[in-house]
């Protein structure tokens, strides 16, 4: 786990740095190159697909909002197809879409029948109300819209604040992402109280700040469960530096190197776990393995809080994939140079795990604690009806 | 597998235990100079063994103890002015337990072997020659390891292979004598089934299970870890579970993450049963979680890594368990020592 994690953080650095001198097809070849090959992975995807799509705003042609939503689905979609066991990219490109369809709204005059201004100005309700009425193609793509001919008028000026309007909107969305883990911190203290047990499974960088904002008001005893059984002592222990804070801090951490947790469970007062999606029937998406760390907690009835940012949050089903685990090389478990009686076995290494609705207590998000019954609203606040598809485009 | 290397440090070596494991005991090398010197050499060698896990099933350490203690009995002399049955257990045989002991806590089943044993001598009159004990007493051994084990793994294999259906997908967790004998029993009356194992990756006996199913042609799905789990349990038709120990509750006590997939199977829908002689079994002991009768991984034992080697899995996740007297839920067997 360590060598792949110090590899793959410069890459998305060199990346993002390497953008402004690229064309914008070759940031999005370098991306793709790098999703396919999982070294951005996680919360870096978010990010990246923002960087991206912001190259894709800012350098692709467009001359209307269409234009500029179709050159946003193509890339977004290619992205989204390079690694399909992210789905948090495709909740970016439905952002950043949703974006565009407020900017058409808000800055492009469509010749206002008063009805409509009044419904666009007001309530977010009525607004997504209008959305829905005015897409009635099947198809899911608004390009034969009513609203471009009327506004081609317009269209030079337009198209300058449009792009500068809209990339400031994807700023803001990289702004959420990176204040997100502060943000889920902050809940720390309400969600861990003194003389805990807490289990974490394979923290995240999102569970790691969340534990050691804990460990600044609590005293608790972290379990981290989840560890590669590789990384024996006498390599660098993993989790170093979040076991240095939170002993500093004065939280003990006991590293469980074992693949069953029934035998701990009795000890631990709640489960913490980083998503890394949530679907909309409350399902999550998470690390290999993690399944087990919820299933016990829900057998001793112990909290499963689950740790993720509402960009996490996904407007669409778990697919069959993601039901049964993305699957991973089984190279790092088997050795084919075994012989051919090990050519014979089928090996799955899954690298994905799914955690039904009913193991999860409360999801905690930047917006804070929120149950399964909220999420409905969280998605419809944050997607527009007309992206919901976006993923179904991908095949 | 397992490697023999232990931290130097041998006198602290629980010092790193994290408080609220500090009770659970852990096995430990003893220089075999530092031994007590009524310790025989076959004693020792079997406590050596167990310390380092080269003995780890409670099945083999049981085996390997009692033929050591018929060496010990072989070359016991009654002092003279002593009798055999006042004299060898306080004097001759408590050393050896007492040491095999402090090499690596007992397993359930040497307990039950040895207080056998022990009933076995106290029965003797006080005036039995010495030659007729001794030989008595070898004989009972061997009894001991040709019912209780040998015997009692040929019925269970039996009966458990023969509730494998055609076409059934079996899956398992780790490795097992009594599961692989059952399998390749199956396969070999000319079954076609598939099995599923999933592996501890801090012990990875499943995979030598997969080499060898693999070689007598039974289809094999590996997992090295727990992930993936629940779709896997849901797909199989039949869990097999072998242990090391069950207790008058019917709980389990097996190879840590044992109950994980025993729980996960049961809540999938699926069947678990339980393999298991019944000389594992402990009819006054009660165990209701894993942090009663356990221990700690000798090589991981530090806050920075740290392993119990046993699990508790209580009987509701248990369908049925397979002996070699009888078949039943999780409690019959209980009644049936």
Same mark, same amino acid.
């Not at chain 2, 990875?204 to 693999?214: D, F, I, N, S, Y």
């Not at chain 2, 896997?232 to 044992?258: C, M, R, Y």
């Given at each position: 786990?360590?060598?792949?994690? &110090?590899?793959?953080?410069?890459?998305?650095?060199?990346?993002?740095?390497?953008?402004?001198?690229?064309?914008?097809?070759?940031?999005?070849?370098?991306?793709?190159?790098?999703?396919?090959?999982?070294?951005?992975?996680?919360?870096?995807c978010?990010?990246?697909?923002?960087?991206?799509?912001?190259?894709?705003?800012?350098?692709?042609?467009?001359?209307?909002?269409?234009?500029?939503?179709?050159?946003?689905?193509?890339?977004?979609?290619?992205? &989204?197809?390079?690694?399909?066991?992210?789905?948090?990219?495709?909740?970016?490109?439905?952002?950043?879409?949703?974006?565009?369809?407020?900017e058409?709204?808000?800055?492009?005059?469509?010749?206002?029948?008063p009805?409509?201004?009044?419904?666009?100005?007001g309530?977010?309700?009525?607004?997504?109300?209008?959305?829905?009425?005015?897409?009635a193609?099947?198809?899911?793509?608004?390009?034969?819209?009513?609203?471009?001919?009327?506004?081609q008028?317009?269209?030079?000026?337009?198209?300058?604040?449009?792009?500068?309007?809209?990339?400031d909107?994807?700023?803001?969305?990289?702004?959420?992402?990176?204040?997100?883990?502060?943000?889920?911190?902050?809940?720390a203290?309400?969600?861990?109280?003194p003389?805990d047990?807490?289990?974490a499974?394979?923290?995240s960088?999102?569970?790691?700040?969340?534990?050691?904002?804990?460990?600044?008001?609590?005293?608790?005893?972290?379990?981290?469960?989840?560890l590669?059984?590789f990384?024996?002592?006498t390599?660098?222990?993993?989790?170093?530096?979040?076991?240095?804070?939170?002993?500093a801090?004065?939280?003990?951490?006991?590293?469980?190197?074992?693949?069953?947790?029934?035998?701990?469970?009795?000890?631990?007062?709640?489960?913490?776990?980083?998503?890394?999606?949530?679907?909309?029937?409350?399902?999550?998406?998470?690390?290999?393995?993690?399944?087990?760390?919820?299933?016990? &907690?829900?057998?001793?009835?112990?909290?499963?809080?689950?740790?993720?940012?509402?960009?996490?949050?996904?407007?669409?089903?778990?697919?069959?994939?993601?039901?049964?685990?993305?699957?991973?090389?089984?190279?790092?478990?088997?050795?084919?140079?075994?012989?051919?009686?090990?050519?014979?076995?089928?090996?799955?290494?899954?690298?994905?795990?799914?955690?039904?609705?009913?193991?999860?207590?409360?999801?905690?998000?930047?917006?804070?604690?929120?149950?399964?019954?909220?999420?409905?609203?969280?998605? &419809?606040?944050?997607?527009?009806?007309?992206?919901?598809?976006?993923?179904?485009?991908?095949? | 597998g397992?490697?023999?290397?232990?931290?130097?440090? %041998?006198?602290?070596?629980?010092?790193?235990?994290? %408080?609220?494991?500090?009770?659970?005991?852990?096995?430990?090398?003893?220089?075999?100079?530092q031994?007590?010197?009524?310790?025989?050499?076959?004693?020792l060698?079997?406590?050596?063994?167990?310390?380092?896990?080269?003995?780890?099933?409670?099945?083999?350490?049981?085996?390997?103890?009692?033929?050591?203690?018929?060496?010990?009995?072989?070359?016991?002399e009654?002092?003279?002015?002593?009798?055999?049955?006042?004299?060898?257990?306080?004097?001759?045989?408590?050393?050896?337990?007492?040491?095999?002991? %402090?090499?690596?806590?007992?397993?359930?089943?040497?307990?039950?072997?040895?207080?056998?044993?022990?009933?076995?001598?106290?029965?003797?009159?006080?005036?039995?020659?010495?030659? %007729?004990?001794?030989?008595?007493?070898?004989?009972?051994?061997?009894?001991?390891?040709?019912?209780?084990?040998?015997?009692?793994e040929?019925?269970?294999?039996?009966n458990?292979?023969?509730?494998?259906?055609?076409?059934?997908?079996?899956?398992?967790?780790?490795?097992?004598?009594?599961?692989?004998?059952?399998?390749?029993?199956?396969?070999?009356?000319?079954?076609t089934?598939?099995?599923?194992?999933?592996?501890?990756?801090?012990?990875?006996?499943?995979?030598?299970?997969?080499?060898?199913?693999?070689?007598?042609?039974?289809e094999?799905?590996?997992?090295?870890n727990?992930?993936?789990?629940?779709?896997?349990?849901?797909?199989?038709?039949?869990?097999?579970?072998?242990?090391?120990?069950?207790?008058?509750?019917?709980?389990?006590?097996?190879?840590?993450?044992?109950?994980?997939?025993?729980?996960?199977?049961?809540?999938?829908g699926?069947?678990?049963?339980?393999?298991?002689e019944?000389?594992?079994?402990?009819?006054?002991?009660?165990?209701?979680?894993?942090?009663?009768?356990?221990?700690?991984?000798?090589e991981?034992?530090?806050?920075?890594?740290?392993?119990?080697?046993?699990?508790?899995?209580?009987?509701?996740?248990?369908?049925?368990?397979?002996?070699e007297?009888?078949?039943g839920?999780?409690n019959?067997?209980?009644?049936?020592?």
């Amino acid at each position: 786990m360590a060598p792949s994690q &110090a590899t793959h953080t410069p890459s998305l650095e060199k990346l993002v740095k390497s953008l402004k001198g690229q064309s914008l097809e070759a940031s999005i070849e370098a991306l793709i190159f790098l999703l396919k090959r999982r070294q951005v992975k996680g919360d870096e995807c978010a990010q990246a697909t923002a960087h991206i799509l912001r190259q894709v705003v800012a350098k692709a042609r467009w001359q209307d909002v269409d234009q500029l939503l179709s050159q946003i689905q193509s890339a977004g979609s290619r992205l &989204a197809r390079a690694a399909p066991h992210e789905p948090v990219i495709g909740n970016i490109v439905r952002r950043v879409l949703g974006l565009i369809r407020d900017e058409r709204q808000a800055t492009i005059p469509i010749r206002p029948s008063p009805a409509v201004l009044t419904s666009t100005a007001g309530l977010q309700v009525s607004k997504s109300m209008f959305n829905l009425l005015s897409v009635a193609e099947p198809d899911g793509s608004p390009m034969t819209g009513g609203s471009t001919p009327l506004s081609q008028a317009t269209q030079p000026t337009s198209v300058h604040t449009l792009r500068s309007e809209v990339m400031d909107g994807i700023e803001e969305i990289m702004d959420e992402i990176g204040q997100a883990d502060d943000q889920i911190a902050s809940f720390a203290d309400i969600q861990i109280h003194p003389g805990d047990f807490v289990l974490a499974y394979q923290p995240s960088k999102t569970v790691e700040r969340f534990l050691i904002k804990a460990a600044s008001r609590r005293r608790f005893t972290l379990f981290i469960a989840g560890l590669e059984p590789f990384t024996n002592g006498t390599s660098d222990a993993p989790y170093a530096t979040l076991r240095k804070k939170l002993s500093a801090a004065g939280v003990n951490t006991i590293s469980l190197s074992s693949n069953g947790l029934m035998a701990y469970i009795p000890r631990v007062n709640k489960v913490i776990l980083g998503a890394k999606a949530v679907y909309q029937n409350g399902g999550l998406l998470v690390d290999s393995g993690c399944c087990i760390a919820a299933q016990v &907690a829900h057998e001793y009835l112990k909290p499963v809080i689950a740790l993720s940012p509402v960009y996490k949050f996904c407007p669409e089903d778990p697919s069959y994939d993601v039901s049964r685990g993305w699957l991973g090389n089984p190279s790092t478990y088997v050795s084919y140079g075994n012989g051919p009686e090990v050519d014979a076995i089928v090996v799955e290494n899954t690298v994905t795990d799914y955690i039904p609705p009913e193991l999860v207590d409360v999801y905690l998000t930047n917006l804070g604690p929120q149950t399964r019954h909220h999420i409905a609203s969280i998605l &419809a606040d944050h997607y527009k009806t007309e992206d919901l598809a976006f993923s179904m485009q991908l095949d | 597998g397992r490697r023999p290397s232990m931290p130097a440090v %041998e006198k602290d070596a629980r010092s790193g235990i994290p %408080e609220c494991f500090s009770h659970v005991p852990m096995a430990k090398r003893i220089q075999t100079s530092q031994a007590h010197k009524d310790v025989h050499p076959a004693v020792l060698a079997v406590g050596q063994q167990m310390a380092t896990f080269g003995l780890k099933d409670s099945i083999s350490r049981l085996q390997a103890t009692m033929l050591a203690f018929r060496k010990v009995i072989e070359s016991y002399e009654t002092p003279k002015g002593n009798s055999l049955s006042r004299h060898f257990v306080p004097h001759v045989l408590n050393p050896q337990i007492e040491y095999l002991t %402090e090499c690596r806590p007992m397993c359930f089943a040497m307990g039950n072997a040895i207080r056998l044993l022990k009933a076995k001598v106290n029965k003797f009159d006080i005036n039995t020659p010495e030659d %007729e004990a001794k030989e008595e007493l070898l004989e009972w051994i061997d009894y001991l390891l040709h019912e209780r084990i040998a015997l009692a793994e040929f019925v269970i294999a039996r009966n458990a292979a023969q509730s494998i259906n055609e076409g059934d997908t079996i899956l398992t967790y780790g490795w097992h004598r009594l599961v692989e004998k059952t399998l390749i029993r199956a396969k070999k009356s000319g079954k076609t089934f598939g099995v599923t194992i999933i592996d501890d990756p801090y012990e990875r006996g499943g995979q030598e299970l997969a080499k060898r199913l693999r070689q007598v042609g039974i289809e094999v799905l590996y997992s090295p870890n727990l992930g993936g789990l629940r779709p896997k349990v849901a797909a199989a038709s039949n869990v097999f579970l072998g242990g090391e120990a069950i207790f008058a509750n019917g709980s389990l006590n097996a190879p840590s993450g044992t109950a994980d997939v025993a729980m996960a199977a049961m809540n999938a829908g699926t069947k678990v049963i339980v393999l298991c002689e019944t000389i594992n079994f402990d009819r006054e002991r009660v165990s209701v979680d894993a942090l009663t009768y356990n221990e700690i991984d000798p090589e991981r034992n530090t806050a920075d890594n740290f392993r119990l080697l046993f699990d508790n899995t209580h009987d509701k996740y248990i369908t049925g368990v397979i002996t070699e007297f009888e078949s039943g839920g999780g409690n019959s067997p209980a009644q049936a020592i």
